[in-house]
């Protein structure tokens, strides 16, 4: 699975700012980014929709994911929500389609759907998304061969998965998507980032990119309807962190000590 990807929530919810949305996202898949994560959650289908306008017409296209709604993801209910999804995007074939949420499905229907969608053609794979270890363990115990993703919040100023959920998920080989890698923009402000950024040469944006993508399983799905930033972001590839970098930023924003529960928002 490619490591940086295009967010998509929040966009598709409102008529006068989708030319602006389309254009970023047509713009970043003419950069080169691989993925765009969406769901049809986001602006009630509406972002599936800008995502199926900027892959119109092209010869390529990105892994797509997207995610079906706990209480859509019953074992008819899932089926029809992708089929909903693939004609929102006027795709085939969702690459990796998760459950949004664990709250409210019944994960055993959940993962029988995904297995025809898959061997329908569907789907390619699947995975999850917001499970904290325990429901990990009882997805993985539901289905040894679950290895598509656990999509969760984590960043450099959320970092509890790294206490026991993402070596748990390492282990198995199961990518962590981490979702809001800036903190919704919120992380961009912290004074600490931004002098670390200066030292590094780079944007507080793509050393927090640049964190996520430098460790091993993660995966991550930065948003923005800006063509300026989403060029930053893409650039993220490029930052090299030094061993030094990343003890100073071990130091700004130290790692868990004790488990903390999944964040989700
Ligand atoms: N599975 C889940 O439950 C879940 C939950 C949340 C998110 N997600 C997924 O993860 C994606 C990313 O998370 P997110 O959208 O919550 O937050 P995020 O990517 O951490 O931050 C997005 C915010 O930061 C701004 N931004 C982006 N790049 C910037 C830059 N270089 N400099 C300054 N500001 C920048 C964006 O504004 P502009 O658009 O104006 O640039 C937007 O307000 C989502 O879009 C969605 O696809 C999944």
Known sequence: MPVLGLGTWRMGENARRKPEELDALKYGLDLGYPLIDTAEMYGDGGAEEIVGDALAGRSTRPFIVSKVYPHN???AGTIAACERS???MRLERIDLYLLHWR?????EETFEAFHKLKSAGKIGDFGVSNFDLDDMQDAAELDRGLN???QVL???SRRGPEFDLLPWMRKRSIPLMAYS???QGGLLRKASLKKLADDVGCTPAQLALAWLLAQPGVVTIPKSSSRERVKENFAALQVKLTPKVLADLDRAFPPPRTKQPLEML
């Open 181 to 183: 890698p800036l903190d």
């Open 73 to 75: 993801a019953s074992r």
């Open 148 to 150: 598509g993703t656990n």
């Open 103 to 107: 709250s409210g499905a019944r994960i």
């Open 86 to 88: 693939l004609k929102r």
């Open 154 to 156: 984590y960043c450099l």
